[in-house]
């Protein structure tokens, strides 16, 4: 890479930094808070926003996601709206995720957390936060909660990865993402045939696990009108969200922690002190500093008003874009006192981390498990900083963090 490249690679990761969004942002909040042009409608208010999602009717889904569903995990709910097959295709994947898991998935979030960062003490307490925990947790849960081991660790990620880039991020259709992606999809595909056919003969002799095939299976016997097809579309989508998700989300989380040493220092002491809901408070505001979904889109299905009674009151017309800025929204004065501060008491339902309304994320409740959990065992780390022999900051592929090197010290 010339130096010009570099110069136009550091240009573009400022104006994709959450530091520019957040600047951008509070412009676009005074000045333009909903704004129009060229069939794209951007919201940037925490109560816009939460009008965009909660309003189904007007604002759809399809347009962004269906398509690339149907061409990579096959048609799943996530791209669908309000409509008896979407009603009927969640419950069935909503039947396999049970409350009472909730004890289940921490036990296995916090059992691969401790042989990851035992392994790194092996090491000397140097390790890479991403590739060796955040990304390696959500393998876990999905291969023992889940019941999706996939064929290896390596194979999992890779799938993971661009089967949920080329879904939800590839905007701008990038034909390397997508080739990826449609190589992943064959994969995945014919993996998750095998695995449903082999857990189906389990099933028959009595001897299939608990978990989330296991009982999707299971919910086939009692209701023959869910085929092996629905069966595979519900297990292709509801795992491709789970993995770097989880991950960017973790990784960003421990950033913004490490920026701020007192903020670390004080999850440290409620993680010591197993003061479950100060700890939460740490995770769920260290994340709004750099969310994991800085913005969510929408297709407007008719024209509407929002914002109606209020100085910024707009018709959206039938067929813009809509863009929802999350990270906007979570830093509106309106919503979030003093919000440029990091303050760990805030309202744990006033974050927007996982959407709002009908397409609120499949995995809320399972989030929020596995992420304060993750970072608990971090944050209990020896003067947990970032590795002097590294470049002091998350490297990315693309939009997934992919590299954060890290150092605790390891009691002699």
């Not at 295709?89 to 396999?96: H, T, W």
């Not at 036990?107 to 936060?129: H, P, T, W």
């Not at 016997?221 to 989508?237: K, V």
């Not at 959990?373 to 209990?380: D, R």
Request: charged letters at 25%.
């Amino acid at each position: 890479m010339n130096w010009l490249d570099r110069i136009e690679s550091e240009i573009q990761g400022w104006f994709t930094s959450p530091e520019a969004l957040r600047t951008i942002s509070a412009e676009l909040r005074s000045l333009a808070p909903i704004a129009s042009v060229a069939g794209w409608t951007i919201v940037s208010r925490y109560d816009d926003v939460r009008e965009v999602l909660a309003n189904d009717r007007a604002f759809g889904v399809t347009e962004v996601y269906a398509a690339r569903m149907d061409r990579t995990t096959g048609t799943f709910f996530l791209g669908m709206e309000n409509t008896p097959q979407y009603q009927r295709e969640a419950g069935i994947a909503r039947g396999a995720v049970r409350a009472e898991d909730a004890r289940r998935i921490g036990m296995i979030v916090e059992s691969s957390a401790r042989e990851l960062l035992s392994a790194a003490k092996q090491r000397g307490g140097a390790f890479d936060a991403v590739g060796e925990f955040s990304r390696v947790i959500p393998i876990a849960l999905l291969r023992e909660y889940f019941g999706v081991p996939g064929p290896d660790q390596a194979t999992m990620q890779r799938w993971m990865r661009y089967l949920f880039w080329d879904i939800f991020l590839n905007q701008d259709d990038d034909r390397a993402v997508r080739a990826k992606s449609g190589a992943c999809s064959g994969e995945l595909k014919a993996y998750l045939e095998g695995l449903i056919r082999e857990r189906k003969a389990l099933v028959s002799r009595g001897d299939a696990p608990d978990d989330f095939v296991t009982r999707m299976i299971r919910q086939q016997a009692a209701d023959p009108a869910i085929d092996d097809d629905l069966i595979r579309r519900n297990i292709g989508g509801v795992v491709v969200g789970a993995v770097d998700t989880q991950s960017k989300a973790i990784a960003h989380i421990a950033d913004e922690l490490l920026r701020r040493p007192a903020a670390l220092e004080s999850a440290r002491r409620a993680a010591a002190t197993n003061d479950e809901a100060a700890l939460a408070g740490h995770v769920w505001e260290a994340l709004r500093f750099n969310p994991h979904n800085a913005v969510l889109f929408r297709r407007c299905h008719q024209d509407v008003v929002i914002a109606a009674g209020t100085d910024r009151e707009t018709k959206i017309a039938k067929g813009n874009t809509v863009v929802a800025l999350m990270i906007s929204a979570m830093f509106d004065p309106a919503a979030f006192e003093r919000p440029d501060e990091f303050l760990t008491n805030r309202p744990n339902d006033s974050y927007l981390h996982f959407g709002h309304g009908q397409h609120l994320c499949f995995g809320t409740r399972i989030n929020a498990i596995v992420l304060p959990i993750a970072i608990k065992a971090l944050a209990l780390l020896d003067h947990l900083a970032y590795d002097e022999r590294g470049p002091g900051k998350i490297e990315y592929e693309g939009p997934f963090p992919d590299r954060m090197l890290l150092r605790f010290d390891v009691p002699k």
